[in-house]
């Protein structure tokens, strides 16, 4: 999914030949998943992480690819703006404390790239969406080096034949066009990855899709985009939006969108990768020269390239992988729906919340998504993203109920799937501990912001100043590593 492109334009023969290509691979993954032993002994978790370059005056700075150059560390990417990198955190097993080992390699990664971008008068911010950001940052000139971005911004707006528009309405409204994909580069996300079995995987999919609403709710923090205070977590409406291949028509034909919560809960990862297939038109054609078919009937695995490329420009808030590692295929589920920041410590109590309530709800005998109906876990997930920690959900056998009285019930869930993981039962209680703050006390990184902005602009501050203050405020309080609800207003 993050491969470089060099090619800059697609005949149509090249784009039949890819569709042909992909459709040759769904056949050889459906083989597999009948056939092959996919490595899932021991379930590996990873994380990914995007991140901002922000100027002494807290303003995005353009310079990711001068800082990338000077890092030299093969865990750092470019990301689809000039102001973003990616950190893509090794993957781990989380018993014992493997958490707290993520913790430490985390702010050992940032503190170093941080060192890098102070030499470009640059730092590092971790944030949902940058307060700072207008939309004279976010612009086709602003896209990152990388052919790929630059390719993708092409074939998206030529498939929707007109310009992106962006409506949210929340708090404000906020209502522009634009040439280009650049406003996505100001979602800034944090991704889980889960590796488990292709007997497991449907199970894990769709408890991961019932608790994205709980995860947006606490882990909100995105409330701000180009001076407006929009939804808690506004990521969410963005990156739906800005990526829209679809014109109104095709909307109102009831066409799928590329960013996709999905419609129904599924019974094997086929259903999705099989959906992929038939629902979305091919972005970027780009051809292997790998025959599938051919390399498993030699004995070995096929890298699926062109499956594996489709999926990544298909953009799940909880998407199917299919990699291979160490020469053995395996799958995972990879979570997409947190923002990232505020600390470091935060981030890994939404990994806690996540991983734990995860496997608890994926081994029930009897599943939630069994009574819960599908589109109901979408609007769950779509009044979390608007109202945050003072969210409602619908869940079954409780009606209507508060996410964060949800979440409080729901904490001996998560922390005994934790304990079926191996977790230390210290590291557990600590990060979980952190969710359950949250939720007692109603303060996340989306409240503090709002709080913040409201108590600078009372001070006689305009909105641009008291933004800016605000984030200058974020990134000192980033640095100490406290959980954001012990943030000072």
């Known amino acids: 999914m993050g491969q470089e492109v060099s090619q800059e334009s697609f005949t149509r023969p090249e784009r039949e030949r890819y569709r042909q290509k992909v459709r040759r691979c769904l056949d050889v993954f459906a083989m597999m998943l009948n056939d092959f032993t996919f490595d899932s002994d021991y379930p590996m978790t990873g994380l990914e992480i995007e991140l901002n370059l922000v100027d002494p005056e807290h303003r995005p700075t353009m310079c990711n690819d001068k800082v990338l150059a000077d890092l030299r560390d093969p865990y750092f990417q470019l990301e689809l703006g000039r102001f973003n990198l990616e950190l893509n955190v090794p993957p781990r097993l989380i018993a014992g404390d493997g958490l707290a080992q993520y913790e430490a390699q985390i702010g050992a990664s940032l503190r170093d790239a941080g060192t890098h971008a102070h030499s470009h008068d640059a730092s590092v911010l971790t944030i949902g969406i940058l307060p700072t950001l207008t939309t004279e940052h976010t612009v086709a000139n602003n896209l990152s080096t990388s052919g790929r971005y630059r390719v993708l911004n092409e074939e998206i707006l030529a498939a929707r034949g007109e310009q992106i528009g962006l409506d949210i309405r929340g708090v404000e409204r906020l209502k522009v066009h634009t040439d ?5 580069a100001a979602c800034t996300s944090l991704q889980f990855h889960l590796q488990v079995s292709p007997a497991d995987f449907a199970a894990y999919w769709n408890a991961s899709q019932v608790i994205s609403a709980l995860q947006v709710a606490v882990g909100a923090n995105s409330p701000f985009l180009f001076g407006h205070q929009l939804w808690d977590e506004t990521r969410i409406a963005l990156f739906e939006q800005a990526t829209d291949t679809r014109p109104d028509e095709l909307k109102a ?7 996709w919560f999905g419609e129904r809960w599924v019974t094997s990862i086929f259903d999705l990768f099989e959906e992929n ?3 979305f038109p091919p972005l970027l054609p780009i051809m292997d020269d790998e025959d599938p078919l051919e390399v498993v009937r030699e004995g070995g695995v096929p890298k699926l390239a062109e499956l594996r490329l489709h999926n990544g420009t298909i953009y799940r808030w909880n998407r199917p992988v299919y ?7 395996h799958l995972r589920v990879e979570n997409r729906v947190l923002p990232a920041g505020p600390t470091v410590v935060d981030m890994l109590a939404n990994a806690a919340f996540y991983y734990g309530l995860v496997r608890s709800f994926a081994e029930d005998d009897r599943p939630l998504w069994t009574q819960l109906p599908f589109s109901v876990a979408q609007d769950n997930f779509h009044a979390a993203a608007r109202r945050g920690i003072a969210a409602p959900a619908w869940w079954p056998r409780r009606g209507e109920i508060r996410i964060t009285d949800l979440v409080l019930e729901l904490l001996p869930r998560a922390a005994a799937g934790l304990d079926q993981y191996g977790v230390d ?4 209680d600590r990060l979980l501990g952190i969710i359950e703050q949250r939720c007692l006390l109603g303060r996340n990184g989306a409240t503090w912001q709002i709080q913040t902005v409201r108590a600078l602009q009372g001070e006689g501050l305009n909105r641009p100043e008291a933004l800016r203050r605000m984030v200058g405020r974020y990134a000192e309080l980033q640095q100490s590593n406290e959980p954001v609800h012990t943030w000072p207003i």
């Open 253 to 259: 034909q009831g066409v799928r969108p590329r960013v």
């Open 425 to 428: 039962p210290a590291e557990r």
């Open 180 to 184: 280009s994909i650049a406003p996505e």
């Open 323 to 329: 990699d291979i590692m160490a020469g053995r295929p």
């Open 277 to 279: 297939v038939r629902y």
